[in-house]
């Protein structure tokens, strides 16, 4: 069997959901279990929805209307009147009002995961109930059913060997029946069968989970772009399409920051050596990118941009160096607030890290430092790694810009920059 990943781009609307068929249907004879996101930008609409919810501004009810007239008017483009499938979301959208009905008590992290998980159970009976419409036989199952995370909601940690078992139990009876199977991205489940959600832009690695407990023979995931590039398209405009890929330079890539794939699908995939596809489903003809155990391949510069970072410069108040204590202090702090440190450096009395910018979560995390440690913070910075770099493309992005630190390992450069400040001559 295979595993396919659509995410809300490719679900985006009503044509959208057809071409997702359409790709489908070259697929009939072949047992697939296809996992989606929610549709287009659905969560980001959910997270307002609790953002209102919780800070009792009275939006609340209103920003969720918006997201259900928008699946409604969805609805009534693909299926005909009267079909099941308007109560059945309708059902599903019932679970946001019970929660935003009453005052804000549980904790945020478990509301949030009660509430943006309603994206992924709507489209995934969206997507389900039209695959079967035109005649691509398909059974809905919740993903809650077979992958089982702890309780850290939005950031579950998966019980891999209850989710293996469950999986080998649930999907090959379900494959019998009908050759489509269609499920949830991003959620999960707890043993006492709360929700759970595995971090944004998670799809990817629920995919992986399947693919993994399943021994799928490949992974596709179909995007928005022919593969993966050397280069995010919504920023530089030379980009070329990677044709192969190995796991190892996969998992480096989205460890920096390529937002093409979640970094923690990876590991899941390579572990059973099953080959990733990563297809257009714009173009689903094309060739994509295959991401396998390939190490004979010679890579162009693939550059990675991660903006809106922060610099924190720690040092010691007394002058002590730092040494392995403290680091160790430190890092268990950064472990503790779930804040991933980028790019580091450490000097005789003092320790910088840059980290993505997360307003709250440094707040509290600088608060404790400060106890033993001074902080000084650097704003509105941007980390720049180039894998394979060349001279001249370091040099053409480097325009405009001051280097605040930079790491060079081996054939990896990374980069904390600034803009210059724009100085005007006086006239
Ligand atoms: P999905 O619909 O599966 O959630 P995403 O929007 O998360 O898809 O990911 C696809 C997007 O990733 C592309 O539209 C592209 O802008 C962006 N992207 C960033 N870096 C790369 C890269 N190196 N190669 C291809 N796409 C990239
Ligand atoms: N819908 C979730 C998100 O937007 C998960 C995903 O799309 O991968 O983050
Ligand atoms: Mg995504």
Redesign the pocket.
């Known amino acids: 069997m295979k595993v396919f ?6 679900i985006k609307d009503a044509e959208a959901i057809k071409n997702v068929a359409s790709i489908l249907k070259n697929y009939e004879e072949d047992q697939i279990l296809i996992v989606v ?1 929610a549709m287009g930008k659905t969560t980001n609409a959910l997270e307002k929805v609790l953002e209102s919810y919780v800070a009792e501004d009275g939006k609340a009810f209103e920003i969720y209307e918006a997201i259900k007239s928008k699946h409604y008017e969805l609805l009534q483009a693909l299926f005909p009147e009267g079909h099941e499938i308007f109560a059945t979301v309708n059902d599903a959208f019932i679970e946001i009002e019970w929660v935003i009905e009453e005052p804000p008590q549980d904790e945020f992290d478990y509301l949030y995961d009660q509430i943006v998980s309603v994206g992924e159970m709507v489209s995934s009976k969206i997507v389900a109930a039209y695959l079967t419409l035109v005649n691509l036989e398909t059974n809905w199952l919740d993903a809650r059913d077979v992958i089982q995370t702890d309780n850290t909601y939005r950031d579950g940690v998966v019980n891999w060997e209850i989710t293996n078992k469950r999986a080998k139990e649930v999907v090959p009876p379900l494959l019998e029946q009908k050759n489509f199977i269609l499920t949830q991205g991003f959620i999960g489940g707890t043993s006492e069968n709360f929700t759970t959600t595995l971090g944004r ?1 998670g ?2 690695y629920s995919a992986a989970i399947f693919s993994y407990a399943l021994d799928a023979e490949s992974m596709s ?5 022919p ?9 530089f405009e030379d ?1 070329t399409k ?1 044709d192969r890929l190995s796991y190892k330079e996969a998992i480096e ?1 989205t460890y920096y920051g ?5 970094p923690k699908t990876i590991k899941p995939i390579q572990n059973k050596n099953i080959p990733l596809y ?1 297809k257009s489903f714009i173009d689903p003809k094309g060739e994509g990118t295959v991401i396998s155990e390939d190490s004979e391949i010679s890579y162009p510069p ?3 941009v991660e903006t809106d970072q922060v610099l924190l410069h720690i040092s010691t108040r007394d002058f002590s160096f730092v040494a392995e204590h403290h680091l160790g202090h430190l890092f268990q702090v950064f472990a503790k607030y779930r804040i991933k440190i980028n790019m580091m450096q450490n000097m005789a009395i003092s320790f910088s890290v840059c980290v993505t910018n997360q307003p709250k979560r440094l707040a509290t995390l600088i608060e404790e430092l400060n106890e033993n440690f001074n902080i000084r913070k650097d704003e509105n910075l941007e980390l720049l790694t180039i894998r394979h770099y060349k001279k001249e493309v370091l040099d053409s992005l480097l325009e405009g810009k001051i280097i605040v630190f930079e790491e060079r390992i081996r054939e990896t450069v990374q980069m904390v920059l600034k803009d210059i400040p724009v100085m005007k001559r006086k006239t």
Do not use: Q, Y
Request: hydrophobic letters at 50%; proline letters at 3%; glycine letters at 12%.
């Open positions: 990943k659509f995410g809300g781009a490719s996101s832009e799809s990817d995931i179909w995007k928005d772009v593969g993966i590039l050397t280069g995010d398209p919504r920023m980009v990677i890539m390529a937002k093409v794939i979640h990563v693939v550059v990675v």
